[in-house]
């Protein structure tokens, strides 16, 4: 290890945006408008989820959970982020930023697992009707939370465990919004070249891969439904274009940041804005504009006299 004059790193810099602090406003405002949006959108997914008698099915349970998976994933790295915004002094301590990375990988190991879990409920739901309650029991549901919080937590600590005893005696400056793995791990003094290799390994391979399952269980209910009734393919591509959607914009910035090579990897913040800020607000807004049900079951359960509320 070649420490620099025996100095050791406590904290590291985040450079954030550049720009004017006109600008800086303008995103603090944006931001902040779009963080509330997904905290409370997503909470009020859960609530209706938890309180409406026409929600207790799989489905939407699957979509509370991910409610509440995408409320935390933007919760581990917004607010520090949006208080960066009218700061002169942008830092995190080495241990604050350990810990940001080790939730943003549990949350979303957790919710890679979990759309998965979402699209085998879609494949029964649209190709199996007659045997959805009987396949997706209590027990089914609650194997796969388990399984969920179990990858994402493996996942987390399979890299965490290398990262922590990294290192830092030399530059300190991260050129994004917030920590990650891989401008983290270039900042260590030492050769890096296998931690590097493992996480494109762990985290690229696990986006790609989770991705592409994802794609072909879409493919399959596609073909199954064209397969058995040539008018059921535009119902079942208006039950699946949510989360197909979902599934995009949520996997995308995931396999170009940890699949690429770290060579070419330069702190796109775009990604990183769109991936913790953007797409956590995208659940919310899709399920519920383009679910009729959820819209009812709202308006139901939060619009409805009080009179009625006590009555029932």
Not at 15 to 38: D, K, M, P
Request: glycine share 6%; with cysteine.
């Amino acid at each position: 290890m070649d420490l620099k004059n025996g100095s050791v790193v406590t904290e590291f810099i985040l450079l954030g945006f550049s720009g004017q602090r006109e600008f800086h406003i303008f995103f603090f405002v944006t931001f902040l408008l779009i963080y509330s949006a997904t905290v409370w959108g997503n909470i009020l997914i859960m609530v209706t989820v938890k309180f409406s008698s026409t929600l207790h099915s799989p489905m939407y349970f699957l979509l509370g959970n991910l409610s509440f998976l995408d409320m935390c994933l933007s919760t581990v790295t917004t607010p520090k982020m949006i208080t960066d915004l009218l700061s002169e002094h942008k830092t995190i301590s080495v241990w604050g930023c350990m810990t940001q990375m080790f939730f943003m990988h549990l949350f979303g190991g957790a919710e890679m697992t979990l759309l998965i879990a979402m699209a085998f409920d879609r494949y029964v739901a649209i190709c199996k009707p007659l045997h959805y309650r009987t396949i997706m029991s209590h027990r089914l549901l609650s194997g796969f939370m388990i399984l969920s919080w179990t990858i994402g937590f493996v996942h987390t600590m399979s890299q965490m465990v290398l990262t922590v005893n990294l290192p830092f005696c030399g530059p300190n400056v991260i050129d994004n919004i917030f920590c990650d793995l891989p401008l983290v791990i270039q900042l260590a003094c030492m050769d890096t070249y296998t931690m590097e290799f493992f996480v494109i390994a762990d985290s690229g391979l696990l986006s790609l891969i989770c991705f592409i399952l994802l794609l072909v269980s879409y493919t399959v209910i596609l073909i199954t439904v064209q397969q058995r009734s040539s008018g059921g393919l535009n119902k079942a591509l208006s039950t699946l274009s949510a989360h197909i959607i979902v599934v995009t914009l949520f996997f995308g910035p995931c396999i170009f940041i940890y699949a690429w090579p770290f060579n070419s990897f330069a702190g796109n913040k775009v990604l990183a804005v769109f991936y913790t800020i953007i797409t956590p607000l995208l659940n919310p807004v899709i399920y519920t504009l383009r679910n009729q049900k959820m819209q009812g079951a709202m308006r139901k359960l939060w619009f409805q006299p009080t009179s009625c509320k006590i009555h029932l």
